[in-house]
Nanobody, 121 residues
Framework: QVQVVESGGDSVQAGGSLSLSCVVS????????MAWYRQTPGKQRELVAV???????KFVDSVKGRFAISRDNANNMAYLQMNSLKPEDTGVYFC???????????????WGQGTQVTVFS
């Protein structure tokens, strides 16, 4: 069963903005933190941002001040607003519901296909 579908990726000039969205199965969305990850070819997925059910957020240092994560609880959706994009932000972006166990987040759903973000100079 498909649990996560991401969209919004595109090719963008450095300094530009892009908004990503995903729709998530309610069975894993409700009551759980949502997260955005990104992956560069040859590397493992990197956790980019998380947002709790109450709206508390955390970001990886490299995107602080440039990215914003939000959620729409009525429609089981999560969003990632990306501003001042840099070439190093290039990658395939994924979202998922997660739970924190100790110091590590564990994903609750199957991975979607992701959405490609390309930032060029």
């Amino acid at each position: 069963q498909v649990q996560v579908v991401e969209s919004g990726g595109d090719s963008v000039q450095a300094g530009g903005s892009l908004s990503l969205s995903c729709v998530v199965s309610g069975s894993i969305f409700r009551g759980n933190t949502m997260a955005w990850y990104r992956q560069t070819p040859g590397k493992q997925r990197e956790l980019v941002a998380v947002i709790s059910t109450g709206g508390a957020t955390k970001f990886v240092d490299s995107v602080k001040g440039r990215f914003a994560i939000s959620r729409d609880n009525a429609n089981n959706m999560a969003y990632l607003q990306m501003n001042s994009l840099k070439p190093e932000d290039t990658g395939v972006y994924f979202c998922n519901a997660v739970r924190l166990y100790g110091t590590n987040y564990s994903t609750l759903g199957s991975w979607g296909q992701g959405t490609q973000v390309t930032v060029f100079s």
